[in-house]
Nanobody, 124 residues
Framework: VQLQAFGGGLVQPGGSLRLSCAASGFTLDYYTIGWIRQAPGKEREGVSCLSVSAGTTYYAGSVKGRFTISRDNAKNTVYLQMNNLKAEDTAVYYC??????????????????WGQGTQVTVSS
């Protein structure tokens, strides 16, 4: 079981990035999926999640209206489109999958599967 995130990088404020997270060894169809991030010296923050049916989403207040989470079950991949990036979005971003807990914005630390992170740096 593996989740591999990629797509991070250096971007100027106001720019965009799309993070991808590919799953292997299991099928994402039946999992709540999501992203958390951790900035230097700060606690991990739940960024976004998406339910199995894609009918429920959660976004942290700091990213609402700028980030969009999506899933492509055919490709077994999760995406996080990040627009209008700000310096405070700089962090390592991790994707996760959870078979039981719903997408609620809470309990990210209890999720079963997390991938390695990808660094996002927003700087001019």
């Amino acid at each position: 079981v593996q989740l591999q995130a990629f797509g991070g990088g250096l971007v100027q404020p106001g720019g965009s990035l799309r993070l991808s997270c590919a799953a292997s060894g299991f099928t994402l169809d039946y999992y709540t999926i999501g992203w958390i991030r951790q900035a230097p010296g700060k606690e991990r923050e739940g960024v976004s999640c998406l339910s199995v049916s894609a009918g429920t989403t959660y976004y942290a207040g700091s990213v609402k209206g700028r980030f969009t989470i999506s899933r492509d079950n055919a490709k077994n991949t999760v995406y996080l489109q990040m627009n209008n990036l700000k310096a405070e979005d700089t962090a390592v971003y991790y994707c996760g999958a959870e078979p039981i807990l719903p997408c609620s914005g809470f309990g990210f630390n209890e999720w079963d599967y997390w991938g390695q992170g990808t660094q996002v740096t927003v700087s001019s």
